[in-house]
């Protein structure tokens, strides 16, 4: 498409994270037109189109056919991903999809090939990547191998229902935590190879109703380059815990958190804040990819989020089987 041409843009999902991540920017920039946004609460969408324009839909295909689009946002729960995804594919249309990608892997893979097929541009919102400290994060590790990565996701317990059963959220781990396996594999730089988990119930399902998630899983991951992750996550920390990820290399440990970095050496700390806007920052580099037809200019694709999807999902498999699972 025309530099000089306005993206026309349609999102799947209008709830908290189109709203407060993507609409509120999107809407307000000159060279994005917002045609469309779908939910299948007739009044969420209706109200987001009062919020930020475009034409309201309770059906994807229907938004789909109805209005040209180069590009749309699928903003949805894990188990509200059916054929979205594969229907924008299949007609021309890039996608940008909030993670995490499914509640299983199968759905996932699904996606993903429907995706590569079509040949579009496609982008997954691991916003952790687009921290601007996540670029001074890859300099300083250049050139140094990663020994050992510890990663945390543990807090309290998010309110809505559906991400407290398994079937539907593909628990805590594919949720939240999903965002320090991913950074912790986009810097460690390999393929894994083998993963090993454990997870603890019984309280959650005593506090909240319809609860069978576990309380907190922690597994052990290995590359293919000898690095082995540590990840841990859980929400029986009322006010929150801990969310971050410790890379542990020769004369080396950074931790990175989403909001600074902080770098040690023999004798020396040195804390960087970080000063960008990630969900900005993501949006911005996916649309100048759609613009430029470039599938590789974006900051994960949805096949690269697709092997930090094949890693969650290990976990829960390790969990329930209580063996280790390679992939």
């Avoid at 295909?61 to 509200?80: G, I, R």
């Avoid at 770098?263 to 960087?272: A, D, L, N």
Wanted: aromatic fraction near 8%; hydrophobic fraction near 40%.
């Amino acid at each position: 498409m025309a530099n000089d041409q306005k993206v026309k843009v349609g999102f799947i999902g209008a709830g908290n994270i189109a709203r407060g991540g993507h609409l509120k920017h999107l809407s307000q920039w000159d060279d994005v037109e917002l045609v469309g946004i779908c939910d299948v609460n007739a009044e969420a969408a209706e109200r987001a189109v009062g919020d930020f324009g475009g034409t309201a839909y309770t059906d994807a295909e229907t938004m789909l056919d109805e209005v040209s689009l180069d590009a749309v946002y699928v903003c949805l729960p894990p188990f509200a991903h059916t054929n979205q995804e594969i229907l924008a594919a299949e007609r021309g249309v890039a996608v940008f999809v909030e993670k995490p990608l499914a509640a299983n892997l199968e759905k996932a893979v699904e996606i993903n090939t429907a995706i590569e097929k079509a040949g579009v541009v496609s982008a997954v919102g691991y916003n952790w990547r687009s921290t601007a400290i996540t670029k001074v994060a890859r300099e300083r590790m250049s050139g140094k191998r990663v020994s050992a990565v510890f990663a945390y996701w543990i807090g309290g317990f998010p309110g809505v229902m559906w991400w407290r059963q398994q079937a539907q959220s593909g628990g805590q781990m594919n949720e939240q935590a999903t965002h320090v396996v991913d950074i912790a594999r986009h810097l460690i730089d390999s393929k894994a190879i083998k993963v090993y988990a454990q997870g603890a119930k019984g309280v959650g399902s005593e506090k909240w109703d319809k609860h069978d998630v576990c309380d907190h899983i922690i597994a052990t991951i290995t590359f293919e380059n000898g690095a082995v992750l540590c990840t841990g996550t859980g929400h029986l920390a009322p006010g929150g815990f801990r969310t971050g990820v410790d890379f542990l290399l020769d004369d080396l440990v950074v931790t990175h958190n989403n909001s600074e970095l902080i770098v040690k050496t023999p004798g020396h700390e040195e804390r960087i804040q970080n000063k960008n806007k990630p969900y900005e920052e993501e949006d911005r580099v996916f649309l100048e990819a759609v613009r430029s037809n470039d599938k590789t200019a974006v900051y994960c694709s949805y096949a690269d989020a697709l092997e930090t999807h094949r890693i969650t999902m290990a976990i829960n498999e390790s969990v329930e089987s209580g063996e280790v699972v390679k992939l």
